[in-house]
T-cell receptor, first 112, second 115 residues
Framework: AQSVTQPDIHITVSEGASLELRCNYSYGATPYLFWYVQSPGQGLQLLLKYFSGDTLVQGIKGFEAEFKRSQSSFNLRKPSVHWSDAAEYFCAVGNQGGKLIFGQGTELSVKP | EPEVTQTPSHQVTQMGQEVILRCVPISNHLYFYWYRQILGQKVEFLVSFYNNEISEKSEIFDDQFSVERPDGSNFTLKIRSTKLEDSAMYFC?????????????FGPGTRLTVL
């Protein structure tokens, strides 16, 4: 069955520190992968997506993610976190019919 | 920048009542979706819609739910007889092409509270 796992429910990092949010997927074919961010009271905003090609993808707000087929992972990274990055982050895989299957989400807190 | 809009932002209803949640997708988009997020849980797919018919629906999307594109701009989700467990944030999304390979743009959501 298709699924997405985000092992970390909540992560706290200091402002200026680096960040890595983990995402593992289970999908039979070539996955189309997405990271979305949800700020409190807001909808979901796309950070980046992977369809094919270069396995390191760049997104908005300084985020990047690396697709590793051998590990079934698509981890999100940022070299230096800003206080405004505090939000909930969702990893998702797109299935054949177009629907997105989301992970549980990781809530990011940023310490000053 | 074009965006998906949803109304109302918050809807409170009594159990057993019908509710209609409204969405205006981005104007040149062809694929439309509804998702929901129960408080503290993951975002779940409900239904996808293309060319005036349902493309795919989840197990959650039973006979109590229906979707419609009544005109060229609106996309609605109707819940005929609401239950307590329907309380959730409902997100509408749209994409220009098949959402598996194209970005789905999400609206801000409608928070539905069933009492």
């Amino acid at each position: 069955a298709q699924s997405v796992t985000q092992p970390d429910i909540h992560i706290t990092v200091s402002e200026g520190a680096s960040l890595e949010l983990r995402c593992n997927y289970s999908y039979g074919a070539t996955p189309y992968l997405f990271w979305y961010v949800q700020s409190p009271g807001q909808g979901l905003q796309l950070l980046l997506k992977y369809f094919s090609g270069d396995t390191l993808v760049q997104g908005i707000k300084g985020f990047e993610a690396e697709f590793k087929r051998s590990q079934s992972s698509f981890n999100l990274r940022k070299p230096s976190v800003h206080w405004s990055d505090a939000a909930e982050y969702f990893c998702a895989v797109g299935n054949q019919g177009g629907k997105l299957i989301f992970g549980q989400g990781t809530e990011l807190s940023v310490k000053p | 920048e074009p965006e998906v809009t949803q109304t109302p932002s918050h809807q409170v209803t009594q159990m057993g009542q019908e509710v209609i949640l409204r969405c205006v997708p981005i104007s040149n988009h062809l694929y439309f979706y509804w998702y929901r997020q129960i408080l503290g849980q993951k975002v779940e797919f409900l239904v996808s819609f293309y060319n005036n018919e349902i493309s795919e629906k989840s197990e959650i999307f039973d006979d109590q739910f229906s979707v419609e594109r009544p005109d060229g701009s609106n996309f609605t989700l109707k819940i005929r007889s609401t239950k307590l467990e329907d309380s959730a944030m409902y997100f509408c999304a749209s994409s220009e092409w098949d959402g598996r390979r194209d970005t789905q743009y999400f609206g801000p959501g409608t928070r539905l509270t069933v009492l």
